[in-house]
């Protein structure tokens, strides 16, 4: 198995334009959940799904913010507009059961 | 609310040597699982160890291994014969549903060789 693969691994964008990460999760793996993690804030689960459902997305910070997850095998989160403030890395994960969550390689997000 | 508490921000050991690192967590459940995940500058979060609440036996995994005090909710990471290539943050993670794993702040580990 690949892993979850996320993509881009880097993203610069400019204040105000969309950006659009993208996660496939390790196959047979029905939970996915969406991270962001900076320095000041380390680790926060923005939102995530079961069985390609939306269950929880208390952490998403505002309405900038979006996840869709049309399929098992594939995500994304969307911010639109994006700002300085949104820029950290972003982590995709899944698991299934509790067998802990494996995660993706991330993707660095820069907003300028 | 379940919190998990990862009192050293960093941590040095030299190579070869045994080095602890400690975490603490809050929770009112007794079924639930912990993890140790290692970050190393590539940033991918790598799973090292796992623990179920319900066993006694304390998790090891080659030159990683937990000491698990249900009671005193704590969960340390002992890594024996420490490596360079052991050297990464460390986060200490609390799962009780498959819904929200929550994490420490990490510990930064240094190998000096």
Redesign the interface.
Known sequence: DAGVIQSPRHEVTEMGQEVTLRCKPISGHNSLFWYRQTMMRGLELLIYFNNNVPIDDSGMPEDRFSAKMPNASFSTLKIQPSEPRDSAVYFCASSQRKQGYTFGSGTRLTVV | AQTVTQSQPEMSVQEAETVTLSCTYDTSESDY?L?W?KQPP??????VI?QEAYKQQNATENRFSVNFQKAAKSFSLKISDSQLGDAAMY?CAY?Y?????R?G??TRLTVKP
């Open positions: 699982y993890f995940y590539s940033r991918q979060m790598i799973l796992r986060f799962l549903n498959n819904n929200d794993m994490f702040a990490g």
